[in-house]
């Protein structure tokens, strides 16, 4: 039995049995009334001035944390991804391998979550607010780097070889053959990986480290939830709106040649974006300074914390089975839940055309909600433990998800997002839900499915970030760790951790790009996801 | 000839961006009628496909299918308006991921439930019909486990008329199916849908070459929206086809 | 392609309306949880006074300025509160100097005396030194009040809350209670306890029946009954802990380096001496919920670190 193509897409979604089977098992009902306040302060949120103004402040706080770290990742990851380059080095100095010796030591920033580099940072160097933006930057500077290392290697070389044949100096012909083709496609992604960043200042914040985040936290627990939904709404607007702005410049400025006249357009575009760029610079300092960043916080040298005597057995003694059992356990879980629950979703809603609107909107709420925060807000309803953290991942990544799913399965379609293919079965009589499953998750099947193997290694990262809700595997006992200021067991969890991450990430690479191949083979223009990288072997 | 109307257009208009892409058009189709629809790039033949098979809903006029205004769109009934009207795209509108087979049984979609849905995406079904389609259509039935995308574009063109006829309509559509085919494959596609749309079948059908108008029999001249002239194929002569695509060579293809 | 530009200018637009909340300059309170160490090294002499967020914010906020407002006329110095969002990081930010003066609760207390040695215990409530901490318990959840420790049993099977991690009165000492009677972590319904975060939210959630039981510092469970916010008919003390030695002001060890000689002294008499009987220090004994600050006698905290040693928060 050949399983064919549209369901594959929603194979993911059977764990939805198990996971309906567990949940009335798990759950208690305590809470329910406090969750039936919570929705209706959705409605009813504060609009105290107070409040709003505090909340303002705090995104303020939010927003500028988010946009210094991209920018400094940006930089960081340019610069070591240059460094990272195999073509760089060879056309430099005529020896590859240093570009592989960087590669493979970018490798362990990328693999730990920004929120355990915040919290490291933060228990090494203090409260300052330069540790969020460092806590976003590092790891974040390690994906632009590796993107940007790809990206330049699988570049043609010919222009390069042709410019330096012809005596152009070194840095000369790099600059000339390579930077024109490299830029849209940096820039494309760029503007994606603010959209992260705004998500990881939110979560950073969560955690104390400066921002709305907090006051999302501390409104929950303490139950104010119309206050809380006040800075949700503000947050929601900006997130839509940054989303939406930087969704309208990738398409101006990075989109093929389709809808610009040449050379004209070219220019305009250019010039557009050299007024951007020089635009960013005054606001990036004066955010900083408004936030009162002082990176050299960073290199100052502090009292290291006095190290207790390091006990081995103690970490040896940790459950390590169970700890990594449970959280690949929690991990498969959550991505599972959220790359089959996202085209589930569109199927059930399919036939309204508000269900479209409706969905748009949770999953919306799904990406700007932080996970700790489903998972406090789980606990009213559902007991503690790995299938509550799986799910407030979920919820979180079925949104980012969804939008791809839409994104990718509406381009080239009509006002409804209908591709040509489910047109004709609509017009030949088959229901709205039928024609999507077989005339549109047909054609976005194999893409859908790469980036979700990525996202899957992105979740494993992630799932550190529920460990508020106990017994959720190396998570919960990292943060137990971090409060009891064990250093021996930090340091072992981290390493577990960014151990199965790399795992998980070669995993999932080639998971990706036998799915990718795939879909080459196949004659149809499939359309790519936006934000995960056209070319092959990209992490978004 | 006057069967039973099989579709029915009344003083349709359809708005477009700068002038309207039909205007004012009527025509009438009985069973077993053959009409081709010929015209510029531009004219509106397939805004015109687009409201007979409901793609479309036009702003004035009215459109009858056997007599029956088009039901609220997503209801039961006007899926089961629609199962009786096949259309054959101009971009055929195959699903390339999936077999041969399960594009045929594609069309069935309309009277199948989701098991039966499901099942075609995991199994075989109905081979036997799918099979004596494809022979019917000189297709080797060894394709019918074949992902289309592996097929010549002949091959998917008759992979399409298979899955058309397999939807088994009494409205054919068909949308220049002829303009990508060398002149052999045209003749034979041409002759099997002329073949197949006997009463209480209709065929409409647009397409760009007069040479092949004979066999119609009616030929509608479009231009600019509006319908030119509407005429048995015997009474075309070759003035009112140079009237009809005079200037238009360069005509904007953006309004589609 | 209008529409797109149309779209983008929009956008553009709202985006920018919302920079005014990023670069407009800030009140201080906005960001000082941020920014502790430019007016350090601007020289300005700035006492920076900050406590574990183990209640709701807002009373925190409205406690620690009248504090602040107090210590600053006391002292003739400048004090600035900087709220902390997180029990660990108050230690972190202690140890690193981000902070000068802290209300610490006993664990956390330790915690950062061992982590900053020559810290100094400046005074604590007159409370203090015979903490308790009480169990609640929602009557849904079909729980009794017990007399003896070894009841504590019949919590197993419940979904049962701790406040933070790191709190003495709302984790620790309950748990090493808990142990004593023979009840592990893993013992509750789900395998695991819950985390609250505070003492307020640990009420909370027990009155609504999201949790059948929890752990409180008694002055704050006393405080919420009085108050109102605690419905004695939706939640009620199922037992109160034997005594422990409990919060605590901690000051660094180089006050005197920075505000002069004999500040510490001068600070430590300030809080000792504050009274009833004047209306703004009255107001901040009421919200501490004592009568009088009282100096610390150190040794009173081995207990605590005992306890935190055998619990793995201490190492």
Same mark, same amino acid.
């Not at chain 1, 509550?388 to 381009?411: K, P, V």
């Not at chain 3, 929890?214 to 009085?226: C, I, M, T, Y």
């Given at each position: 039995?050949?399983?064919?193509?549209?369901?594959?897409?929603?194979?993911?979604?059977?764990?939805?049995?198990?996971?309906?089977?567990?949940?009335?098992?798990?759950?208690?009902?305590? *809470?329910?009334?406090?969750?039936?306040?919570?929705?209706?302060a959705?409605?009813?949120?504060?609009?105290?001035?107070?409040?709003?103004?505090?909340?303002?402040?705090?995104?303020?706080?939010?927003?500028?944390?988010?946009?210094?770290?991209?920018?400094?990742?940006?930089?960081?990851?340019?610069?070591?991804?240059?460094?990272?380059?195999?073509?760089?080095?060879?056309t430099?100095?005529?020896?590859?391998?240093?570009?592989?010796?960087?590669?493979?030591?970018?490798?362990?920033?990328?693999?730990?979550?920004?929120?355990?580099?915040?919290l490291?940072?933060l228990?090494?160097?203090?409260? $300052?607010?330069?540790?969020?933006?460092?806590?976003?930057?590092?790891?974040?500077?390690?994906?632009?780097?590796?993107?940007?290392?790809?990206?330049?290697?699988?570049?043609?070389?010919?222009?390069?070889?042709?410019?330096?044949?012809?005596?152009?100096?070194?840095?000369?012909?790099?600059?000339?053959?390579?930077?024109?083709?490299?830029?849209?496609?940096?820039?494309?992604?760029?503007?994606?990986?603010?959209?992260?960043?705004?998500?990881?200042?939110?979560?950073?914040?969560?955690?104390?480290?400066?921002g709305?985040?907090?006051?999302?936290?501390?409104?929950?627990?303490?139950?104010?939830?119309?206050?809380?939904?006040?800075?949700?709404?503000?947050?929601?607007?900006?997130?839509?709106?940054?989303?939406?702005?930087?969704?309208?410049?990738?398409?101006?400025?990075?989109?093929?040649?389709?809808?610009?006249?040449?050379?004209?357009?070219?220019?305009?575009?250019?010039?557009e974006?050299?007024?951007?760029?020089?635009?960013?610079?005054?606001?990036?300092?004066?955010?900083a300074?408004?936030?009162?960043? =002082?990176?050299?916080?960073?290199?100052?040298?502090?009292?290291?914390?006095?190290?207790?005597?390091?006990?081995?057995?103690?970490?040896?003694?940790?459950?390590?089975?169970?700890?990594?059992?449970?959280?690949?356990?929690?991990?498969?879980?959550?991505?599972?839940?959220?790359?089959?629950?996202?085209?589930?979703?569109?199927?059930?809603?399919?036939?309204?055309?508000?269900?479209?609107?409706?969905?748009?909107?949770?999953?919306?709420?799904?990406?700007?909600?932080?996970?700790?925060?489903?998972?406090?807000l789980?606990?009213?309803?559902?007991q503690?433990?790995?299938?509550?953290?799986?799910?407030?991942?979920?919820?979180h990544?079925?949104?980012?998800? *969804?939008?791809?799913?839409?994104?990718?399965?509406?381009?080239?379609?009509?006002?409804?997002?209908?591709?040509?293919a489910?047109?004709?079965?609509?017009?030949?009589?088959?229901?709205?839900?039928?024609a999507?499953?077989? +005339?549109?998750?047909?054609?976005?099947?194999?893409?859908?499915?790469?980036?979700?193997?990525?996202?899957?290694?992105?979740?494993?990262?992630?799932?550190v970030?529920?460990?508020?809700?106990?017994?959720?595997?190396?998570?919960?006992?990292?943060?137990?760790a971090?409060?009891?200021?064990?250093?021996?067991?930090?340091?072992?969890?981290?390493?577990?951790?960014?151990g199965?991450?790399?795992?998980?990430?070669?995993?999932?690479?080639?998971?990706?790009?036998?799915?990718?191949?795939?879909?080459?083979?196949?004659?149809?223009?499939?359309?790519?996801?936006?934000?995960?990288?056209?070319?092959?072997?990209?992490?978004? | 000839?006057?069967?039973?109307?099989?579709?029915?257009?009344?003083?349709?208009?359809?708005?477009?961006r700068r002038?309207?892409r039909?205007?004012?058009?009527t025509?009438?189709?009985?069973?077993?009628?053959?009409?081709?629809?010929?015209?510029?790039?531009?004219?509106?033949?397939s805004?015109?496909?687009?409201?007979?098979?409901?793609?479309?809903s036009?702003?004035?006029?009215?459109?009858?299918?056997?007599?029956?205004?088009?039901?609220?769109? *997503?209801?039961?009934?006007?899926?089961?308006?629609?199962?009786?009207?096949?259309?054959?795209?101009?971009?055929?509108?195959?699903?390339?991921?999936?077999?041969?087979?399960?594009?045929?049984?594609?069309?069935?979609?309309?009277?199948w439930g989701?098991?039966?849905?499901?099942?075609?995406?995991?199994?075989?079904?109905?081979?036997?019909?799918c099979?004596?389609?494809?022979?019917?259509?000189?297709?080797?039935?060894?394709?019918?486990?074949?992902?289309?995308?592996?097929?010549?574009?002949?091959?998917?063109?008759?992979v399409?008329?298979?899955?058309?006829?397999?939807?088994?309509?009494?409205?054919?559509?068909?949308?220049?199916?002829?303009?990508?085919? =060398?002149?052999?494959?045209?003749?034979?596609?041409?002759?099997?849908?002329?073949?197949?749309? $006997?009463?209480?079948?209709?065929?409409?059908?647009?397409?760009?070459?007069?040479?092949?108008?004979?066999?119609?029999?009616?030929?509608?001249?479009?231009?600019?929206?509006?319908?030119?002239?509407?005429?048995?194929?015997?009474?075309?002569?070759p003035s009112?086809?140079?009237?009809?695509?005079?200037?238009?060579?360069?005509?904007?293809?953006?309004?589609? | 392609?209008?529409?797109?530009e149309?779209?983008?200018?929009?956008?553009?637009?709202?985006?920018?309306?919302?920079?005014?909340?990023?670069?407009?300059?800030?009140?201080?309170?906005?960001?000082?949880?941020?920014s502790?160490?430019?007016?350090?090294?601007?020289?300005?002499?700035?006492?920076?006074?900050?406590?574990?967020p183990?209640?709701?914010?807002?009373?925190?906020?409205?406690?620690?300025?009248?504090?602040?407002?107090?210590?600053?006329?006391?002292?003739?110095?400048?004090? $600035?509160?900087?709220?902390?969002?997180?029990?660990?990081?108050?230690?972190?930010?202690?140890?690193?100097?981000?902070?000068?003066?802290?209300?610490?609760? +006993?664990?956390?207390?330790?915690?950062?005396?061992?982590? $900053?040695?020559?810290?100094?215990?400046?005074?604590?409530?007159?409370? =203090?030194?015979?903490?308790?901490s009480?169990?609640?318990?929602?009557?849904?959840?079909?729980?009794?009040?017990?007399?003896?420790?070894?009841?504590?049993?019949?919590?197993?099977?419940?979904?049962f809350?701790?406040?933070?991690?790191?709190?003495?009165?709302?984790?620790?000492?309950?748990?090493?209670f808990?142990?004593?009677?023979?009840?592990?972590?893993?013992?509750?319904?789900?395998?695991?306890?819950?985390?609250?975060?505070?003492?307020?939210?640990?009420?909370?959630?027990?009155?609504?029946?999201?949790?059948?039981?929890?752990?409180?510092?008694?002055?704050?469970?006393?405080?919420?009954?009085?108050?109102?916010?605690?419905?004695?008919?939706?939640?009620f003390?199922?037992?109160?802990?034997?005594?422990?030695?409990?919060?605590?002001?901690?000051?660094?060890?180089?006050?005197?380096?920075?505000?002069?000689?004999?500040?510490?002294?001068?600070?430590?008499?300030?809080?000792?001496?504050?009274?009833?009987?004047?209306?703004?220090?009255?107001?901040?004994?009421?919200?501490?919920?004592?009568?009088?600050?009282?100096?610390?006698?150190?040794?009173?905290?081995?207990?605590?670190?005992?306890?935190?040693?055998?619990? *793995?928060?201490?190492?």
């Amino acid at each position: 039995m050949r399983l064919a193509t549209p369901l594959w897409v929603l194979a993911p979604a059977l764990v939805l049995v198990p996971v309906f089977g567990l949940l009335p098992g798990l759950s208690h009902g305590g *809470g329910w009334e406090l969750i039936g306040q919570f929705a209706w302060a959705a409605v009813t949120p504060s609009l105290d001035p107070l409040v709003l103004g505090s909340a303002l402040q705090g995104l303020g706080v939010t927003v500028g944390i988010a946009l210094l770290g991209w920018a400094a990742s940006l930089v960081l990851g340019l610069v070591l991804g240059l460094l990272s380059s195999r073509t760089v080095w060879r056309t430099l100095s005529g020896n590859a391998w240093p570009a592989e010796v960087i590669r493979r030591l970018l490798a362990l920033p990328r693999a730990i979550h920004e929120l355990l580099w915040g919290l490291l940072l933060l228990a090494l160097l203090g409260l $300052k607010p330069a540790v969020a933006i460092a806590a976003i930057a590092i790891p974040y500077g390690a994906l632009v780097a590796r993107m940007t290392s790809d990206l330049l290697d699988a570049l043609p070389t010919r222009q390069l070889e042709a410019l330096r044949a012809a005596g152009a100096g070194p840095i000369g012909a790099l600059l000339t053959a390579l930077g024109p083709p490299l830029m849209p496609q940096v820039i494309s992604y760029g503007g994606y990986r603010l959209e992260c960043a705004l998500r990881s200042a939110t979560l950073l914040g969560v955690f104390g480290l400066g921002g709305l985040g907090a006051e999302l936290r501390l409104t929950l627990q303490s139950l104010n939830f119309r206050e809380l939904w006040s800075g949700l709404w503000l947050l929601l607007a900006v997130m839509l709106s940054l989303e939406g702005l930087l969704g309208a410049l990738r398409q101006r400025w990075a989109m093929p040649q389709r809808f610009v006249l040449s050379q004209g357009g070219v220019g305009r575009r250019g010039r557009e974006m050299v007024l951007a760029g020089v635009a960013l610079v005054p606001l990036l300092v004066g955010v900083a300074r408004v936030l009162e960043v =002082d990176p050299l916080a960073l290199v100052q040298p502090h009292p290291l914390p006095p190290a207790p005597p390091v006990d081995w057995a103690g970490v040896a003694a940790l459950p390590w089975p169970s700890l990594i059992t449970n959280t690949l356990v929690l991990t498969l879980t959550a991505a599972a839940l959220a790359v089959g629950g996202a085209p589930l979703l569109l199927l059930a809603v399919r036939p309204w055309g508000w269900g479209r609107v409706l969905v748009q909107l949770l999953w919306a709420l799904g990406r700007l909600w932080p996970p700790p925060l489903t998972a406090l807000l789980l606990l009213f309803v559902v007991q503690p433990g790995v299938l509550t953290g799986a799910l407030a991942l979920a919820f979180h990544n079925l949104g980012i998800l *969804g939008r791809l799913l839409l994104e990718a399965s509406e381009a080239g379609g009509d006002r409804a997002g209908r591709t040509p293919a489910e047109q004709a079965l609509e017009a030949s009589g088959s229901g709205a839900r039928l024609a999507l499953l077989y +005339g549109r998750y047909s054609s976005v099947a194999s893409s859908y499915l790469a980036y979700g193997a990525y996202r899957a290694d992105v979740i494993l990262r992630e799932s550190v970030v529920v460990g508020l809700v106990g017994a959720t595997g190396l998570g919960s006992q990292l943060l137990e760790a971090l409060s009891s200021f064990a250093w021996d067991q930090i340091a072992a969890l981290v390493l577990a951790y960014a151990g199965l991450t790399l795992l998980g990430e070669d995993l999932s690479d080639r998971i990706r790009q036998r799915l990718l191949a795939q879909q080459h083979t196949s004659s149809s223009a499939t359309s790519a996801i936006p934000g995960s990288p056209a070319a092959d072997a990209l992490p978004a | 000839m006057s069967g039973p109307a099989v579709l029915e257009l009344e003083a349709i208009r359809v708005a477009g961006r700068r002038a309207p892409r039909l205007d004012g058009v009527t025509l009438r189709l009985a069973a077993g009628e053959r009409v081709a629809l010929i015209g510029p790039s531009g004219a509106g033949k397939s805004t015109m496909l687009g409201v007979a098979n409901g793609l479309i809903s036009p702003e004035q006029g009215t459109v009858r299918w056997r007599g029956e205004p088009p039901a609220r769109a *997503g209801s039961g009934r006007r899926r089961r308006q629609q199962a009786r009207i096949g259309t054959l795209w101009q971009d055929l509108r195959l699903i390339d991921e999936l077999s041969v087979q399960q594009n045929i049984n594609a069309a069935r979609l309309a009277s199948w439930g989701w098991p039966r849905a499901l099942l075609n995406l995991l199994l075989p079904m109905d081979s036997a019909a799918c099979a004596q389609l494809l022979s019917r259509l000189d297709l080797d039935p060894a394709l019918l486990s074949q992902p289309v995308s592996a097929l010549s574009g002949g091959q998917r063109q008759r992979v399409a008329l298979a899955r058309l006829l397999r939807q088994e309509p009494l409205l054919l559509l068909a949308d220049e199916p002829l303009a990508s085919l =060398d002149p052999r494959l045209a003749d034979e596609l041409l002759t099997l849908l002329l073949l197949e749309a $006997k009463a209480p079948r209709a065929l409409l059908l647009s397409l760009h070459r007069p040479d092949l108008l004979s066999d119609f029999d009616r030929v509608v001249g479009l231009r600019a929206g509006r319908i030119v002239f509407d005429a048995p194929p015997g009474a075309i002569d070759p003035s009112m086809l140079q009237a009809l695509y005079a200037g238009a060579t360069a005509a904007p293809a953006g309004a589609a | 392609m209008r529409v797109r530009e149309r779209l983008t200018a929009v956008l553009a637009g709202l985006s920018l309306a919302l920079l005014p909340a990023v670069v407009s300059p800030m009140p201080p309170a906005a960001l000082a949880q941020n920014s502790p160490q430019p007016a350090q090294q601007r020289g300005l002499k700035v006492l920076r006074v900050s406590a574990i967020p183990d209640q709701n914010p807002e009373k925190l906020n409205r406690l620690y300025g009248l504090v602040a407002t107090e210590l600053s006329k006391q002292l003739g110095v400048s004090v $600035k509160y900087v709220p902390v969002t997180d029990y660990a990081a108050a230690v972190s930010a202690f140890r690193t100097g981000d902070l000068d003066l802290v209300w610490f609760g +006993g664990l956390t207390g330790v915690q950062a005396t061992l982590q $900053k040695p020559g810290a100094r215990m400046l005074a604590q409530r007159d409370i =203090d030194a015979q903490f308790y901490s009480v169990f609640i318990a929602n009557p849904k959840s079909g729980l009794k009040p017990i007399r003896s420790i070894n009841q504590l049993s019949e919590l197993k099977g419940k979904r049962f809350t701790f406040g933070s991690e790191s709190s003495t009165s709302g984790r620790l000492m309950p748990q090493y209670f808990l142990s004593q009677a023979g009840v592990k972590l893993k013992d509750f319904a789900g395998g695991a306890p819950g985390f609250s975060g505070s003492h307020d939210a640990t009420i909370a959630l027990v009155q609504s029946g999201a949790y059948d039981a929890g752990a409180v510092n008694e002055q704050v469970w006393k405080a919420n009954l009085r108050s109102g916010k605690a419905n004695r008919s939706k939640v009620f003390q199922i037992w109160r802990t034997p005594p422990y030695p409990d919060y605590m002001w901690l000051a660094q060890a180089n006050l005197d380096q920075r505000f002069g000689k004999g500040f510490t002294t001068k600070l430590q008499k300030a809080i000792v001496g504050w009274k009833p009987s004047d209306p703004e220090q009255k107001q901040i004994l009421v919200l501490f919920g004592a009568q009088q600050f009282t100096t610390v006698n150190p040794a009173g905290y081995k207990q605590i670190e005992q306890v935190g040693r055998q619990i *793995g928060k201490i190492r």
